[in-house]
């Protein structure tokens, strides 16, 4: 498979890696070489099996534009443009394309979200709920998508109202934690990253799994297939 890469960061670099690692061709576009999309012509876009974007939310919706508009698979690692899902979906729809989308790609942080799925009930029994999240420094949103998805999740099971408290702080590569507290106890449920190669893992994961399919899919339905 031939993948283009958006982004050469931290995580990016890491895609790149295990890609090659996987047998896979890849090919990178740094961010100062695509301003506004500008180097997603067709030139560059021919021949490529899957695009994968990890840049920042400034940039990545005119690189799903380009890309989208060229007809080519995408998976996106990129937080900070959710407000766009409807729009983005509806392209994809329209141009037959396939988009793996997820607030974190890491297999781990997935399972993670299943567990705060089943935990979600304890706030119809007199539990509040509080999300804290940690990531280095120079992480450019916040809350992070990953604490907006444990949000979203406990919600739309209870209709109640969750804090999300941030920091950003050194090199911390990240970490959530959910806290359920009650007047009778308190419950804790916690994922920490060790290093970002879990991310990077799972991105080549999805973008094996996208080439060839069709359709708009967020990685947290779809974390088990890969």
């Known amino acids: 498979m031939k993948i283009l890469l958006l982004g050469c960061g931290k995580t990016g670099s890491l895609v790149a890696e295990v890609a090659r690692e996987r047998g896979h061709e890849v090919e990178t576009l740094r961010s100062s070489d695509n301003a506004d999309a500008s180097g997603l012509n067709g030139k560059r876009l021919d021949g490529i099996d899957v695009v994968v974007d990890f840049t920042t939310p400034h940039s990545v919706l005119g690189n799903i534009n380009a890309c989208l508009d060229a007809r080519k698979n995408m998976v996106v690692g990129t937080t900070g443009w959710y407000s766009e899902l409807a729009s983005v979906h509806a392209q994809v729809?329209?141009?037959?394309?396939?988009?793996?989308?997820?607030?974190?790609?890491?297999?781990?942080?997935?399972?993670?979200?299943?567990?705060?799925?089943?935990?979600?009930?304890?706030?119809?029994?007199?539990?509040?709920?509080?999300?804290?999240?940690?990531?280095?420094?120079?992480?450019?949103?916040?809350?992070?998508?990953?604490?907006?998805?444990?949000?979203?999740?406990?919600?739309e099971a209870?209709?109640?109202?969750?804090?999300?408290?941030?920091?950003?702080?050194?090199d911390?590569?990240?970490?959530?934690?959910?806290?359920?507290?009650?007047?009778?106890?308190?419950?804790?449920?916690?994922?920490?990253?060790?290093?970002?190669?879990?991310?990077?893992?799972?991105?080549?994961?999805?973008?094996?799994?996208?080439?060839?399919?069709?359709?708009?899919?967020?990685?947290?339905?779809?974390?088990?297939?890969?």
């Open 158 to 170: 209870s209709g109640g109202e969750v804090e999300i408290t941030s920091f950003r702080e050194g």
């Open 93 to 155: 729809e329209q141009h037959k394309t396939g988009f793996v989308y997820g607030s974190n790609f890491s297999i781990g942080v997935n399972l993670f979200f299943d567990l705060i799925q089943s935990a979600a009930p304890a706030l119809a029994h007199r539990y509040s709920a509080q999300i804290y999240e940690r990531h280095h420094e120079g992480k450019k949103d916040a809350p992070s998508g990953t604490a907006a998805t444990m949000k979203k999740l406990l919600q």
């Open 172 to 226: 911390v590569v990240g970490m959530h934690e959910l806290v359920l507290d009650s007047p009778n106890d308190s419950i804790y449920l916690c994922h920490d990253a060790k290093s970002r190669r879990g991310f990077a893992e799972g991105a080549v994961r999805a973008a094996e799994w996208i080439s060839g399919r069709n359709g708009f899919y967020d990685l947290k339905d779809i974390w088990k297939q890969l």
